[in-house]
């Protein structure tokens, strides 16, 4: 699968997470016990690699989404899931769509370095207060990807190359805090999420803008090897008891 297939499932899982619980028409007596104790979040976020791999690459910037699941009623310890896509670099050239045409027809061919950090783990939150702490460990992974397109048709396969991919587990441990800014009649809060996730990670091949040498004699690919611990930071929305 592209990077870029890997792209729309993890902002598609983003999106329904939270629409699964965006219940707030049907009355209290009405919500099953799945739906109220069901929480979505969506963020924005930007990743920060840490150590040998802050020397690598730069800053990159997505979107997160998570699913949430109250295990207690008063929703004390929580069971998580998360994905998010993040873009770390970025290349377009201008070429001729082929050699043996010359420069006749020209295309412009992009090129995207990309990181699909998921997780898997429980929370603990104060859930209560007009800010509310929370904490979570999880086990994860980061799964790299560069991939090179046709502007025009990026999103057919047949035009689209992934260049370089490789994955990693991770050790992922965060925190934040939730500010409720509304409550609807079913008693589920719509909140501000501010936070933060450390992936903890092992050695992953991965690629950066220049990794890729186009030259007479055909491409040079040459990547980068590293463990790749960083730390991710987001601000979004919450929706849920």
Same mark, same amino acid.
């Given at each position: 699968? =592209?990077? !870029?297939?890997?792209?729309?499932? /993890?902002?598609?899982?983003?999106?329904?997470?939270?629409?699964?619980?965006?219940? &707030? +028409?049907?009355?209290?007596?009405?919500?099953?016990?799945?739906?109220?104790?069901?929480?979505?979040?969506?963020?924005?976020?930007?990743?920060?690699?840490?150590?040998?791999?802050?020397?690598?690459?730069?800053?990159?910037?997505?979107?997160t989404g998570a699913y949430e699941f109250q295990v207690d009623r008063a929703g004390?310890?929580?069971?998580?899931?998360?994905?998010?896509?993040?873009?770390?670099?970025h290349e377009t050239k201008h070429v001729p769509l082929s050699p043996t045409i010359?420069?006749?027809?020209?295309?412009?061919?992009?090129?995207?370095? =990309?990181? !699909?950090?998921?997780?898997?783990? /429980?929370?603990?939150?104060?859930?209560?207060?007009?800010?509310?702490?929370?904490? &979570? +460990?999880?086990?994860?992974?980061?799964?790299?990807?560069?991939?090179?397109?046709?502007?025009?048709?990026?999103?057919?396969?047949?035009?689209?190359?992934?260049?370089?991919?490789?994955?990693?587990?991770?050790?992922?441990?965060?925190?934040?805090?939730?500010?409720?800014?509304?409550?609807?009649?079913?008693?589920?809060?719509?909140?501000?999420?501010?936070?933060?996730?450390?992936?903890?990670?092992?050695?992953?091949?991965?690629?950066?803008?220049?990794?890729?040498?186009?030259?007479?004699?055909?491409?040079?690919?040459?990547?980068?090897? =590293?463990?790749?611990?960083?730390?991710?930071?987001?601000?979004?929305?919450?929706?849920?008891?």
């Amino acid at each position: 699968m =592209s990077g !870029f297939g890997l792209g729309r499932i /993890a902002i598609v899982c983003a999106v329904a997470a939270t629409n699964a619980v965006a219940q &707030n +028409a049907a009355p209290p007596d009405q919500l099953n016990e799945l739906a109220r104790r069901s929480v979505g979040v969506v963020s924005v976020v930007q990743s920060r690699p840490l150590d040998e791999l802050s020397h690598n690459i730069g800053f990159g910037y997505g979107v997160t989404g998570a699913y949430e699941f109250q295990v207690d009623r008063a929703g004390f310890l929580l069971l998580r899931a998360g994905a998010s896509y993040l873009e770390y670099g970025h290349e377009t050239k201008h070429v001729p769509l082929s050699p043996t045409i010359g420069g006749r027809i020209q295309v412009n061919v992009s090129t995207e370095n =990309s990181i !699909f950090p998921a997780t898997l783990g /429980a929370e603990l939150t104060w859930p209560r207060g007009r800010v509310r702490p929370y904490v &979570n +460990a999880n086990v994860g992974g980061l799964f790299f990807a560069t991939t090179s397109s046709i502007d025009t048709y990026s999103d057919d396969d047949d035009f689209s190359t992934t260049n370089q991919q490789d994955f990693t587990w991770s050790r992922v441990f965060g925190g934040g805090l939730y500010i409720p800014v509304s409550t609807d009649r079913n008693g589920d809060h719509l909140s501000i999420d501010i936070g933060f996730q450390k992936f903890m990670t092992g050695h992953a091949s991965y690629l950066r803008p220049g990794s890729i040498q186009d030259l007479p004699t055909g491409t040079v690919i040459t990547p980068l090897e =590293s463990d790749t611990h960083m730390l991710l930071v987001h601000i979004g929305v919450r929706y849920g008891r």
